[in-house]
């Protein structure tokens, strides 16, 4: 065997370690930022989806199924006023995640918003902007919603993003999800 071979090698195999400690010294160092900042998003999501609520009590995923992610009880004055259901489905580019939030008196939806999509820029991601999203709240939590291309009838009706079918179906889906979950639950 060659001594420029061996030496190679060894050298090859000290970057490769050196690499590894300084990556794993840097996750370590970033960890903690990262997942502040996640639970810093996730608290500002729940107060855009129900607003007014002073206090958000995880319910230590007690409701958890393949698609409930997390399920968190909205409370005013020590009283529980909604429930925010974090769910997971999946559009057309793949998984989607959105949080939605029901009021337990009125039974309807108070506001739902997109974490996480992939969907194509332009068509489907725009099931993360305000204006589609508004489409689903102050509808009611004891049906299903239907996804139509025209506009709503009923109000159990959801227009369909332009050219964007599967993402306002994924979207739907993952809302009717939470709402039978809501429904039997709270």
Do not use: C
Not at 36 to 43: G, M, P, R, Y
Not at 78 to 96: H, N, Q, R, S, W
Not at 107 to 125: D, F, H, K, M, Y
Not at 134 to 151: F, I, N, Q
């Amino acid at each position: 065997m060659d001594k420029n071979a061996v030496k190679l090698g060894l050298f090859l195999m000290m970057v490769g370690l050196l690499s590894a400690l300084v990556l794993s010294a840097l996750n370590g160092l970033t960890g903690p930022v990262i997942a502040a900042n996640v639970q810093k998003e996730t608290d500002q999501a729940m107060l855009e989806v129900y607003p007014g609520a002073d206090e958000f009590v995880s319910q230590e995923n007690q409701y958890v199924t393949d698609q409930i992610l997390n399920v968190t009880l909205a409370m005013k004055g020590g009283e529980t006023a909604g429930v925010i259901y974090t769910v997971e489905t999946v559009g057309y580019g793949g998984p989607l995640t959105l949080m939605a939030a029901y009021d337990t008196a009125s039974r309807q939806i108070t506001g739902v918003r997109i974490l996480s999509q992939s969907e194509t820029p332009g068509l489907g991601a725009n099931a993360g902007q305000l204006w589609f999203l508004e489409r689903y709240t102050g509808k009611p939590s004891d049906a299903d919603l239907l996804v139509v291309k025209t506009a709503p009838a009923t109000e159990y009706e959801v227009e369909a993003i332009t050219a964007a079918t599967i993402t306002t179906n994924a979207v739907t889906s993952g809302i009717n999800v939470a709402s039978a979950h809501f429904a039997g639950n709270f």
